[in-house]
C-alpha cells in the first residue's frame, strides 16, 4: 500500500473511549515518525500526537495530554492511538500520517503519507 489506512472511529458519548488503528506497512521502514492529526469543519487541521519510529519517543498535545497514548507495534507497521475521557471538543476526521525524514516531524505539512480519516463523534 501507498498510503496509511484507518480503523476505529465511531460515536461515543462524553467520557467514553475509542481506539483508533492504522495500519501502515510498505513505507514505515523509510519513515522517522508517525502521527495522528485531526480536523473539524471550519477548523485548522491540528496534531495530536505523533511517535518516532526509532526508540519510540512520544509527543502529545497539551489539549491530549493524559487522555491519549500513542503507541506502534507489529513491526512499526501498526500504529494506534487510544483515546480515554473524550470530550465534544474531540469530535473530528483523525488522520494517520508518517514523515520520511525527523526534520519534518513537527511540521504538520512535512509529513509524505496520509490516510483518508476516520470520523470520531463524542456527545455531550
Known amino acids: 500500500q501507498v498510503q496509511p489506512v484507518e480503523s476505529g472511529g465511531g460515536s461515543v458519548q462524553a467520557g467514553g473511549s475509542l481506539r483508533l488503528s492504522c495500519a501502515a506497512s510498505?513505507?514505515?521502514?523509510?519513515?522517522?515518525?508517525m502521527g495522528w492529526f485531526r480536523q473539524a469543519p471550519g477548523k485548522e487541521r491540528e496534531s495530536v500526537a505523533r511517535?518516532?519510529?526509532?526508540?519510540?519517543?512520544?509527543y502529545y498535545a497539551d489539549s491530549v495530554k493524559g487522555r491519549f497514548t500513542i503507541s506502534q507495534h507489529n513491526a512499526k507497521n501498526t500504529l494506534d492511538l487510544q483515546m480515554n475521557s473524550l470530550k465534544p471538543g474531540d469530535t473530528a476526521m483523525y488522520y494517520c500520517?508518517?514523515?520520511?525524514?525527523?526534520?519534518?516531524?513537527?511540521?504538520?505539512?512535512?509529513?509524505?503519507?496520509w490516510g483518508q480519516g476516520t470520523q470520531v463523534t463524542v456527545s455531550s
Open positions: 500520517a508518517a514523515a520520511r525524514e525527523g526534520l519534518y516531524c513537527n511540521f504538520p505539512y512535512g509529513y509524505n503519507y
Open positions: 510498505g513505507y514505515t521502514y523509510n519513515s522517522a515518525c
Open positions: 511517535i518516532y519510529t526509532v526508540g519510540d519517543i512520544t
